[in-house]
């Protein structure tokens, strides 16, 4: 994990993290042996409710994960968080993957798999049960995760689009 200072001109320059999710190579054969290239998953966020995804492709390992943070970085997306956890359940969904991930009582923890935890981190939350179904493809979970966070609705937006006070 590296801080990234965000180049957009904020008064307080809050750090972005990284995290590489994974690393992927692929090989192409020609007449004097393999060739490889490679592709970089990768999730940033400022721990506090912004959170991107990026995949870089390149030759080389280094020049994939830089092309990738760039990528997150322009992706960055506001969450909507209720303190720690999630403001209620919601189901994510790309591609052949699922996501469900439910609100938690304060101590529990983040309870992911490595691709959506890192999601879930670098959004900022710290309580959240999760449950991945269909593929288990690291690029399909990441983007599911990405979903599911995009939903989110805060109380007032719901009272607001209902039209009525909700009881609580």
């Given at each position: 994990m590296t801080g990234i200072e965000p180049t957009n001109g904020d008064a307080e320059a809050q750090t972005i993290d990284d995290v590489v999710v994974k690393i992927y190579r692929c090989a192409t054969v020609v007449?004097?042996?393999?060739?490889?290239?490679?592709?970089?998953?990768?999730?940033?966020?400022?721990?506090?409710?912004?959170v991107g995804v990026g995949y870089g492709k390149a030759k080389e390992v280094p020049t994939s994960v830089e092309k990738a943070k760039k990528i997150a970085m322009q992706d960055l997306r506001p969450i909507k968080l209720l303190g720690r956890t999630l403001p209620?359940?919601?189901?994510?969904q790309y591609g052949a993957s699922r996501v469900v991930m439910v609100p938690a009582s304060?101590?529990?923890g983040v309870i992911a798999g490595a691709s959506v935890r890192a999601v879930l981190e670098?959004?900022?939350?710290?309580d959240v049960l999760t449950k991945s179904f269909g593929s288990n493809s690291p690029k399909n979970l990441v983007?599911?995760?990405m979903n599911g966070l995009s939903q989110l609705m805060t109380r007032e937006e719901v009272e607001?689009?209902?039209g009525v006070k909700l009881a609580g």
């Open positions: 007449k004097g042996g393999r060739r490889f290239s490679f592709g970089s998953l990768v999730v940033v966020g400022d721990r506090n409710g912004q209620h359940r919601v189901v994510g304060p101590g529990t670098l959004a900022g939350l710290h983007r599911a995760t607001r689009l209902r």
